[in-house]
T-cell receptor, first 113, second 118 residues
Framework: AQSVSQHNHHVILSEAASLELGCNYS??????LFWYVQYPGQHLQLLLK??????LVKGIKGFEAEFIKSKFSFNLRKPSVQWSDTAEYFC???????????FGSGTQLTVLP | DGGITQSPKYLFRKEGQNVTLSCEQN?????MYWYRQDPGQGLRLIYY???????QKGDIAEGYSVSREKKESFPLTVTSAQKNPTAFYLC?????????????????FGPGTRLTVL
């Protein structure tokens, strides 16, 4: 069975600070990895995804994530956050022949102006 | 304008009543999903369907039922057997299979329905 852990439940940063949100998964085979974001009052939307190839993936709005297979991690980063990045962020994994995504518990990011 | 619609946005139910949440998509996607979102627990899969007239239980299917009579529609019924139904419910869809290969890993989400049991 696949599982996902997001250890940071609530992160508070000031504008222009750097961001790194942790995501670890448990699955021994090939995985597809995702970060989704849920802005206040909006749909859950895809930030970025990793299927194969370059382990450093760039997404929308200046976000990136690095897949480190040896650490079973897919951490989300942004060099300089903005107030508009305030949202809840979810990591998700799809492993092997699984036909569904498994989501982490989410990290609420609050950016102070 | 393609997308996923869910209705109603807010739903109130008395204990002991069944309620049905609507989910419609015009993305021509084969696969559809229902999730439940609770604070601090992320999204948990209730049911999913890879094709019309077929669906599978997810991790927390007890107390829920679904149907998939049309490609574009995947309604969820919350029955009186669901012990703690108050939650935010999200519907999603993905492409599913293309040329025999499963490509439905990326899911697109609707705006959600917030169900409150009184």
């Amino acid at each position: 069975a696949q599982s996902v852990s997001q250890h940071n439940h609530h992160v508070i940063l000031s504008e222009a600070a750097s961001l790194e949100l942790g995501c670890n998964y448990s699955y021994g085979g090939t995985v597809n990895l995702f970060w989704y974001v849920q802005y206040p009052g909006q749909h859950l939307q895809l930030l970025l995804k990793y299927f194969s190839g370059d382990p450093l993936v760039k997404g929308i709005k200046g976000f990136e994530a690095e897949f480190i297979k040896s650490k079973f991690s897919f951490n989300l980063r942004k060099p300089s956050v903005q107030w508009s990045d305030t949202a809840e962020y979810f990591c998700a994994v799809n492993g092997g022949s699984a036909r569904q995504l498994t989501f982490g518990s989410g990290t609420q990011l609050t950016v102070l102006p | 304008d393609g997308g996923i619609t869910q209705s109603p946005k807010y739903l109130f139910r008395k204990e002991g009543q069944n309620v049905t949440l609507s989910c419609e998509q015009n993305l021509n996607h084969d696969a559809m999903y229902w999730y439940r979102q609770d604070p601090g627990q992320g999204l948990r899969l209730i049911y999913y369907s890879q094709i019309v007239n077929d669906f599978q239980k997810g991790d927390i299917a007890e107390g829920y039922s679904v149907s998939r009579e049309k490609k574009e529609s995947f309604p969820l019924t919350v029955t009186s057997a669901q012990k703690n139904p108050t939650a935010f419910y999200l519907c999603a869809s993905s492409i599913g299979r293309v040329g025999g290969a499963f490509l439905g890993h990326e899911q697109f989400f609707g705006p959600g329905t917030r169900l409150t049991v009184l």
